[in-house]
């Protein structure tokens, strides 16, 4: 059982793992930090951009890091576990010569596709002419400027995927349900569990026969939209694999969606816009119930709200109809029926509009002052970069971050000077450390696994101590490119018996509760799975009639030989020895057992543990004597 | 841990000494080799051999494995690079450090220039004594590696087959996998080897392979069917047995088999179309290829889509089945052919043979009892019957797209298969995808010759033409330009629909303008009896005379003229405005609108038509013989040369507008004749004559025509389709005169030597590089202005700028003028944009920095790779102007030679509070050698934007 390490980002994981004749590769998550090297993509010409000193536009949006710790293409099945830790799929099986299979629940797929097209679509519609790519080299990149120098690991950056590329990815993936079990090749059980985070997303326990590793990826004991994280069945695991806590470890979700909602208000009140980039999918629709609340009260409900992305729309609807991937209150609402989602009103009454970009409808309905909700949130690509452009100068506009992906300092790099307003209320959702305590404390596993950041306090608070997954035994740590053997040993297998062959079995009780029964069989072993059949009668005599009858080929079997057990007690072998005549018998001990020595007959008698041997001269009939005589003390099955 | 680290010290240095020898060595052999002194770079293995002893944990060593990894190897030290790795490998005890060791081989291994055979017994040493599963995996990957790369080599291969072979027996799947792969690649194609191969047993590639179909692992299962398709790949002939034995993969549980098996049956069936095989259940035999359809044919209903759409795929290629099968396809009936019933007398026979009697006690005991097979019976035995049925009626989009594809593959090779999937391909039209709609249409284009539609079925296909999708409706365009209808209402039908979509959708025009050109010209004689309702004309009066501009009414018209082509009773229907907007629409639209035998009219058009075949004799000769005529001017004196030149050029242009085949020859032509009359003019320049610092201003005209002729030698180069090599010389050939004439021109106005120096450098770096880059054609140009100046090189060298320039403007002067050989086949790009029209009326508004979308509609002629040339500029008022690079999607191909452009241009201001004219062109980007710039090449529309404040 070893685990593969293929990145060290502790929220957007990869990581390979061998279990039991199968590789299982967990997550696949896209680092896009590395845009932010990169100068934003304006939809329309800019000249302030193109004409920043010591930036250039470099070769479109390349990002992910993947080693070639391992081959790809011997990868079975990849197990995704929310939207966000999809985003590389297409990297991974197009090109490597993948061949597995992709699971993962419907809402994943659904809303993992929109991000992606969203993506695509950012980046697509404006093209570069050229790319460069020398500076990649080594030698070139030393001489650039800092962020550049620093970059590691910049020969992996790729360029941004294609559409195709991501409809062929995306055909490879199996849907399943919660708690639902996937037989792996016979030999490995997979099942996704809720996991509390997002829409549709999962943690998985992979699980043998007689073992058990559970992989918890980005889960929330919070309730917002998602169905609450199923922890019941990780209990009893040999080996938990924890990754996706909270990014922001001191920032309480709550109080940061209060500020954000303050902070709205305040900057739509005295006149000004506010921007909010953020992904299609996600926090998006809390921050929507909340303002959808929170805007009656605070006497905003004339500020129009835009949501601008190319799948604004499929975003929205899409939410309303996973209502089995839903909280509870949110499925009740279902049956009344009503939408599950406050922003089907807020779109009813015109409060809410969304649009697929900034062209087209969008222009004529804009009014201000207005709250816009659009991507990405790296603040590199999407339409919010022109609204970046065209609000900056004001001082009384604000962009508020929400996506704790992105340092917010460096992504308002290239805007600056800026005089809009900046705040920043991240609003991360997943676990945080005395959540992660309390969980193992319930769960229980034997051992945990996490990356290496999470079993030190981050380094800019490095006397929390309490920032720090605390667990006994210590949890393993890994670091990117690294190979962790798990420490347990697979032991037993699952043998299945046929029914008629358990009928024929006759245990006899060796210690009170402890039945024995020989079994002969023939081990039969199908897509990894074992089973005992009755051995083949051999070939019954065939009756006198004359038959035309097709004989099978009954594979020839050996007589079986009864099996031996028992103890030869030595004195009693030596008394019996004597009756049937033999005289001058020596007893040595020795380290395993005795050493029985007939003189007269130049004979010895080896009488261990586990074996027994009858060295004699070329004596047939002395032997066979004696084999009886062995014999007699042993039973037989 | 201490003695461990001593250890590694003392080794550590040991193997560099070794290393210092191993060195020196090879550099000596390479000497003899080539005498000369290459230096050999020992900085890489030296690094990666000190970085290994260093590790002392497995986890070091792997990091610095990766990151070597990350660098290229030159081919000379790969083998170093090798011995290092194998050496580490004995030593190293975690497996995954030994992994990244195999998979690093495997890598070298495929370098470029090495040659692998030497570390071949190394790996194939240590994978005798490898333990972990995984690390055998990956060696044989390794071997493979190594062995396609020898595929010449059979005494290595063999030995790799054997190698495989032993390893087979693995328990873990991972290396049957591999040993399987390894026999596909490499299993010896010929027997006749295999007899000279002594020392190794022949093995049967085949049977071993086929051994690992009933493996207990799925995955090993279906790397067995893979290496058996590879073999097939490589060329060798599959036995027949291998049929039953993939037959009964078909049932298996896991779906990659099943999909790999289909295919598997599918080559097969290939292989022995005609043979023979039983039907289970009954005595009839049938053909393999039919026995194989219906299996396939059975597996578009399978569980899992993935095979669905492979088997559904596959059921088009195979065109040898029988037509009765075939026709099942789209019969949802059980058949019972399969399992036929015997009859009373065969099986009254078989009782006999096999001696049972009826006993006689109880009535009808000898009746016959079908005997079934409870695991052979299927709940719905289908067969062939219904494929297509099930196929089209899929869940997923993919089967029913592949289901589709197969119809037409099929409909396409037999003729009463197409007649009779016709309703089935309709009724896709209505299909919930885009894509599959596109490819239904498609796909009946393509079997439209040999079918007609009745009326419900034009009914369906028309109701496609409101579809919002651009793609859709113009491929149902060109559907209805081949279709043949049956009656007259269907005509009827057919225009009232495209007239509806021409109103709500105006963009379609072109489209829908040329579909009604066809519809008209296939069916004269049912557009006969429309023609006075269409023409809204009255037996006794007159009616309204509708207006000319109205698209609807050209549509009508458009249909009604082609029809009349070949319908010489129609134009008596026609009323007199009909006549008039005739002859208005046949010069407008003449690509529309044919040429008609009209009553009382002069045949204008007519006799050019029947003509042109003839006339095009003459007029490639004509343009052959004034090429001549211009050849032979160096005999001339200059006045006469121009005057030749002038008068060419102008008959040569003339020719290309007439002739519409021979434009882009005629024009490639003048261009060039041009550049050599300006050449002349500028050498005919008083200026030359005078001493040169007095004339500093007028020398002009000479720099002006050394630009111009830069760049109309530009365009020659990139805006010609089909130009060839022997062109291009001829082209960089004048570039280089125009090139020598600006130096000669920038000598004789400017004062001082130190620019002139730069510019003969570079100068004399063209001509260098031009002698490099055509050194295969410069036989051909004798006598030319390179031929002598390449004569003189050495001089030039040597020599003071001015005096280079003395030499250079005496060999311009006797320079010989250049033939230059036409090509075959050679036609101008150009470009015409649809949309935006340049005089539409209302502007577009937009919000205050907010963006507006323009859409951009152009069709481009004859550009290659137009996805990386063609740009789109905006030029704003103030004059600002944008490039726009349009995305790869954007562009279609429509036809060979022509490309669609549609794409969106984002506009954007924010100082604008008035309608202003904003300018959109399409240009061509070109790169000649260093520079990249661009070629305004058409200008188009002009969109007036007005910004609401």
């Not at chain 2, 051994?211 to 290496?227: E, G, H, L, N, W």
């Not at chain 2, 099943?258 to 095989?277: D, F, G, K, N």
């Not at chain 2, 052919?337 to 006993?359: M, N, Q, V």
Request: net charge negative.
């Amino acid at each position: 059982l070893k685990m593969y390490c293929l990145s060290g980002h502790p929220t957007l994981p990869c990581n390979v793992l061998k279990f039991k004749s199968t590789t299982i590769m967990l997550d696949c998550g896209l680092d896009m930090t590395s845009t932010l090297n990169f100068l934003p993509l304006p939809l329309v010409q800019s000249p302030r951009l193109s004409s920043l000193p010591g930036w250039s536009l470099k070769d479109g949006n390349a990002f992910l890091d993947k080693t070639e710790l391992i081959d790809l293409s011997t990868v079975d099945v990849i197990l995704i576990s929310n939207y966000h830790c999809m985003m590389a799929l297409p990297y991974i099986t197009e090109h490597t010569g993948f061949t597995g299979t992709v699971y993962a629940t419907e809402p994943t797929v659904q809303i993992g596709r929109l991000l992606m097209e969203e993506l695509v679509n950012f980046i697509e519609r404006v093209p570069k002419a050229q790319s460069a790519s020398l500076w990649k080299n080594k030698d070139i990149q030393r001489l650039l400027p800092s962020p550049l120098k620093d970059a590691v690991e910049v020969s992996t950056w790729r360029r941004c995927y294609t559409m195709q590329e991501v409809n062929s990815a995306l055909s490879k993936i199996q849907l399943v349900g919660y708690s639902q079990k996937i037989e792996l090749f016979g030999a490995v059980q997979v099942t996704p569990l809720s996991s509390g985070y997002a829409l549709g997303s999962s943690n998985w326990i992979i699980q043998s026969h007689y073992e058990k590793v559970s992989y918890v990826s980005g889960s929330s004991l919070l309730t917002t939209h998602p169905q609450p994280m199923d922890q019941a069945s990780l209990k009893n695991s040999d080996v938990l694999v924890l990754t996706g806590l909270t990014q922001i470890p001191t920032a309480n979700p709550d109080g940061m969606v209060g500020e954000f909602c303050s902070n709205l208000a305040l900057t739509v009140r005295n006149g000004g816009n506010v921007l909010v980039p953020c992904y299609p999918s996600g926090v998006i629709y809390d921050l929507l119930e909340c303002l959808y609340q929170y805007i009656d009260s605070a006497g905003l409900s004339s500020v129009p709200l835009y949501f601008i992305s190319p799948v604004a729309n499929s975003s929205l609807e899409f939410s309303q109809i996973f209502a089995e991937w839903l909280c509870h209150n949110k499925q009740s609402k279902v049956y009344l029926p009503e939408p599950p989602f406050p922003h089907a009103e807020l779109i009813q009454t015109n409060k809410l509009k969304h649009y697929p970009s900034i062209h087209g409808d969008f222009s004529n309905d804009f009014r201000q002052p207005c709250v816009v909700f659009t991507g990405h949130p790296s603040l590199r690509f999407g339409d919010v970069v022109h609204f970046m452009e065209l609000w900056g100068k004001s001082s009384l506009n604000t962009v508020i971050f929400t996506e704790p992906d992105f340092s917010y300092l460096e992504a308002l790099a290239p805007y600056q000077p800026l005089a809009m307003k900046c705040i920043y209320c991240p609003i991360d959702t997943r676990l945080n450390f005395i959540q992660v305590s309390k969980l193992l404390k319930e769960v229980q596993p034997l051992h945990v696994v996490c990356p290496e950041q999470y079993t030190q306090p981050p380094p800019a608070q490095s006397h929390r101590m309490d920032l720090m997954i605390d667990c006994q035994p210590p949890a393993m740590s890994y670091r990117r490119a690294e190979v962790l053997a798990l420490p347990f040993k697979r032991r037993y297998e699952k043998i299945e018996i046929m029914p008629e062959l358990a009928d024929s079995l006759v245990p006899m009780e060796i210690k009170p509760g402890i039945s024995l029964a020989t079994v002969s069989a023939v081990l039969h072993t199908k897509d990894n799975k074992h089973l005992l059949q009755p051995p083949p009668r051999p070939a019954q005599p065939t009756s006198g009639k004359k038959r035309k009858r097709v004989s099978d080929d009954v594979p020839d079997c050996k007589v079986l030989k009864p099996l031996l057990s028992g103890s030869i007690p030595v004195e009693q072998f030596v008394q019996t020895l004597e009756k049937h005549g033999f005289s001058d018998i020596k007893v040595e001990d020795t380290a395993k057992g005795h050493i029985v020595l007939l003189q007269e007959a130049e004979t010895l008698i080896q009488i261990e543990e586990d074996s027994t041997h009858i060295i004699c001269d070329n004596d047939e009939m002395l032997r066979v004597r004696l084999r009886d005589l062995v014999l007699k003390f042993l039973q037989k099955f | 841990m201490e003695n461990y680290f001593h250890q590694m010290r003392q080794s550590y240095i040991c193997r560099f000494c070794v290393f210092s020898f191993l060195y020196p060595l090879q550099q000596q052999q390479e000497e003899i080799a080539t005498k000369k002194l290459r230096l050999t770079k020992p900085s890489k293995s030296a690094a990666l051999h000190i970085d290994l002893c260093k590790a002392t944990f497995p986890a070091d060593a792997l990091q610095y494995l990766l990151q070597f990894a990350r660098k290229p190897v030159e081919a000379e030290s790969v083998e170093g690079v090798v011995r290092i790795l194998l050496e580490h490998y004995y030593k190293e005890n975690d497996p995954s450090v030994r992994l990244k060791i195999a998979s690093l081989l495997g890598l070298l291994s495929k370098t470029a220039g090495f040659s692998p055979d030497c570390i071949m017994d190394d790996a194939i040493n240590i994978l005798q004594n490898e333990k972990s599963h995984q690390v055998l995996a990956q060696l044989l990957d390794t071997l493979l590696a190594i062995g396609t790369k020898l595929p010449e080599n059979q005494a290595i291969q063999m030995r790799l087959v054997d190698v495989a072979c032993k390893h087979l027996t693995d328990t873990s799947h991972g290396v049957r996998n591999k040993c399987l792969q390894l026999l596909g690649n490499l299993g010896s194609l010929e027997k006749s080897v295999t007899k000279d191969a002594e020392g190794l047993a022949a093995r049967d590639v085949q049977k071993i392979i086929g051994d690992y179909f009933s493996d207990q692992d799925p995955r090993v299962r279906t790397a067995a069917i893979k290496a058996m398709l590879q073999l097939h790949e490589r060329g060798l002939k599959l036995h027949q047995t291998i049929y039953n034995q993939a037959c009964k993969l078909l049932s298996d549980d896991y779906e990659q088999v099943r999909s790999a098996a289909v295919q598997l049956i599918w080559v097969v069936s290939q292989l022995y179309p005609e043979s023979i095989v039983p039907i289970p259940s009954s005595n009839e035999e049938i053909r393999l290829v039919d026995d194989a359809f219906g299996k396939i044919c059975h597996m578009v209903s399978d569980g899992s889509w993935v095979v669905r759409v492979q088997a559904a795929k596959l059921l088009g290629s195979m065109e040898q089945v029988s037509s009765h099968f075939l026709e099942q396809t789209l019969d949802k009936k059980l058949m019972s052919d399969l399992r036929r019933k015997r009859t009373a007398h065969e099986r009254a026979k078989e009782l006999y043979s096999s001696g049972e009697f009826s006993s006689g006690r109880k009535w009808g005991d000898d009746a016959p009892k079908e005997e079934v097979d409870t695991g052979a019976v299927n709940l719905i035995e289908s067969g062939a019957c219904g494929a297509f049925v099930h196929g089209l009626e899929d869940e997923m989009y993919e089967v029913r797209i592949a289901a589709v594809e197969a119809l037409c593959m099929l409909a396409q090779s037999s003729p009463s298969f197409a007649e009779k999937c016709l309703d089935f391909l309709v009724d896709m039209f209505n299909d919930e995808i885009e894509e599959v709609r596109l490819q239904s249409i498609h796909t009946m284009r393509k079997i439209s010759n040999n079918i007609t539609l009745r009326e419900d079925q034009l009914d369906t296909v028309l109701a496609v033409l409101e579809d919002s999708s651009r793609d859709i409706r113009e491929a149902l365009h060109e559907l209805l330009c081949c279709t043949n209808v049956s009656t007259k209402e269907g005509i009827h039908l057919a225009l009232v629909e495209l007239l509806k979509n021409l109103t709500k959708y105006p963009t379609d025009r072109d489209s829908i303008w040329k579909c009604l050109k066809f519809l008209g010209s296939r069916h004269p004689t049912l557009v006969l009896p429309l023609v006075p309702e269409l023409l809204s004309t009255h037996p006794f009066f007159d009616t309204a005379e509708p207006d000319m501009d109205d698209p609807a009414y050209i549509a009508v018209l458009v249909l009604i003229f082609n029809a009349a082509k070949t319908c010489p009773t129609m134009p008596a229907l026609f009323s007199d405005h009909t006549f008039r907007h005739y002859a208005y629409l046949r010069d407008s639209l003449s690509h529309l609108v044919p040429a008609l035998r009209l009553p009382g009219r002069k045949l204008v058009s007519s006799a050019v038509s029947p003509s042109i075949i003839s006339q095009e004799d003459p007029s490639q000769q004509f343009l052959q013989q004034s090429l001549e005529r211009v050849y032979s001017l160096q005999h001339l004196d200059p006045q006469g040369a121009q005057e030749l030149l002038e008068f060419t050029i102008r008959d040569l242009q003339r020719l290309g507008e007439l002739q519409s085949e021979l434009a882009g020859v005629a024009d490639f032509s003048a261009t060039y004749l041009r550049c050599q009359l300006l050449l002349i003019k500028a050498l005919q320049e008083k200026l030359w004559n005078v001493a040169a610092p007095l004339y500093l201003k007028q020398s002009d005209l000479a720099s002006a025509a050394a630009k111009q002729i830069m760049e109309e030698t530009y365009k020659m180069e990139f805006m010609y389709s089909g130009v060839e090599n022997k062109q291009v010389v001829i082209i960089h050939h004048m570039r280089l005169q125009a090139k020598a004439l600006q130096l000669i021109v920038t000598a004789r106005t400017t004062r001082g030597l130190d620019p002139l120096f730069g510019m003969c450098e570079k100068f004399l770096q063209e001509v260098d590089f031009f002698q490099r880059y055509f050194i295969a054609d410069l036989p051909h140009l004798q006598d030319s202005f390179v031929d002598k100046l390449l004569d003189l090189m050495p001089r030039l060298m040597t020599s003071k700028p001015a005096e280079v320039v003395k030499i250079l403007q005496t060999m311009l002067r006797q320079s010989a003028f250049l033939h230059l050989p036409l090509p075959e086949q050679i036609h101008k790009a150009s470009a015409t944009i649809i949309e935006p029209a340049g005089e539409s009326d209302n502007p577009l508004r937009f919000t205050s920095g907010l963006v507006v979308a323009l859409d951009v509609d152009a069709t481009l002629e004859h550009v290659q790779d137009p996805q990386n040339t063609v740009k789109v500029q905006v030029l704003y008022p103030d004059g600002q102007a944008q490039m726009i690079h349009p995305k790869p999607a954007d562009f279609r191909n429509p036809g060979p030679g022509r490309h669609r452009l549609i794409t969106q241009v984002y506009l954007s201001h924010t100082a604008w509070t008035e309608a202003c004219q904003v300018e959109v062109r399409l240009l061509l980007a070109y790169n000649s050698s260093a520079r990249i710039p661009k070629c305004p090449w058409m200008e188009g529309g002009e969109v007036s934007p007005q910004d609401v404040p």
